[in-house]
Structure formats: C-alpha cells, structure tokens
C-alpha cells in the first residue's frame, strides 16, 4: 500500500512558534512542509494557488483570527489548532479542527495530533479508492423524444446552455442536446470522473490533455477554469503531478 503523505502549512504570528512546529514537521516523515506565514492574510493568497491537506493554525492573530480563518477553508483541507489559551477549545471543535494543542507542547504531543491527521486522512482516501471501483459506466439521457445511452468514457466535457446541456463525444464532431441542469447533471456523475470547473462546464478528467495557467484544453477546446472551482481542480493536479 502507498504510503500517505501530507501537505501541510503552519500559520502563527510568533516567529519562536513557527519554527518550533517546522521542526516537529520536519522530523514526522509524512508530513510535507508547503509553507509557513505569519498571518492568515498571508496564508489566504498561498491556498488560492495550492492545495494544503493540513494547517497548523494559531488562534489569536492580528487582522483575521484563526478561527475566522478556518472557516474560509474548503473540507479538503484540516485544521489543528495552536494556542496559548485554552478557552477556544470549544470553538475549535465547533469548526470540526482535528485538535487542539496548548501551548507549550512537546513533539509528543505534536506528533499524537499529527497522527489523528493521519489516521483521517487515511481513511478518506480509503473511501475514495472504493468509490472509483464503483465508477458508473454510462447514462441515459433524453434527446429528440429518444433514450441515448451515453458512454461515460467516451465523454469529454458537458457544455451548460440555459435549459439544456450539450454533451461532447469522442469522435463525434455534434454534441448531444439534453434538457437538463449542469447542477442536476453534476449530482449524478461520478467524482472520481468528472468535475466542474466553470459555470457552464463539467470536464472528463481522463481527457484533460493540457493544463495552462487557467484554462484546460480538450479535444482543442479550450475551458476556462473559473476561481469559484479553482481550489478543487489544483488539489487534482496536484495529487495526480509527478513534481508535487
């Protein structure tokens, strides 16, 4: 079995703190140090860009406190948090963190969190491995009072146009017209296929042929990823990079 490791960011505004947990990281070998800030303003402008499974985070900060900010967080990513006052322990649990360290805490203590870090992570991609054995193979889907049987393998991108949605095929240089929602269509696909990446688009993620800056290419379309999806689709390019 692969081993899991985890990317990871620390956030604290005393520079003593900051280091100290860079060295617990560096010395737990599943965790991957992404990077350190010293704010949560900081820290925002880096998880724009990168996807981070895991944050240390202070609580009592200037500007955006970490509990305002881990609530900006997708549910891709976690939170321990790190602090000198124990009377934000309810609210951190209320925020679903991980745990909770008080400060002053040995690496002991560090790395008990860390691997509660890693016993849930483990089990999530335990559950996601298992959902990609279960993939759907195809849908039927009503186009000119017909019943189509859509292969799924051979989709490349689902197009939104008001009402209906027009399905691009390998091999077929007409889409498939569909009266239906993208947000419909969207709750039944399997994730481990597809995924939407703009209002008006849901790619294949098996026919992603090129990724640059912002805009996927397929089939010489080009599909702008929009920033509403953008933190997702950088978390597959990420996990799925030979340079992560």
Known sequence: MEAIQLKCMIVDDEPMALNLVESYVEKTPY????????????????????????????????????????????K?????????????????????????????????EFLTASNKALEWFTLLRGQHKTSISDEKEFLFVKSEYKQLRIKLSDVLYFEGLKDYIKIWLKDNPKPVLTLMSLKNLEEELPEAQFMRVHRSFIVSLKNIEVVERSQIVINDQRITVSEQYKPKFLEFINDNSLNT
């Open 31 to 74: 965790l991957i140090l992404k990077k350190k800030c010293n704010s949560a303003i900081e820290a925002i402008e880096f998880i724009r860009t990168e996807t981070v499974d895991l944050l240390f985070l202070d609580i009592q900060m200037p500007d955006l406190t970490g509990l305002e900010f881990s609530k900006m967080l997708t």
């Open 76 to 108: 891709h990513t976690r939170v321990i948090f790190t602090t000198a006052f124990d009377q934000y322990a309810l609210e951190g649990f209320k925020v679903e963190a991980l745990d909770y360290l008080l400060k002053p805490f040995d690496y002991a």
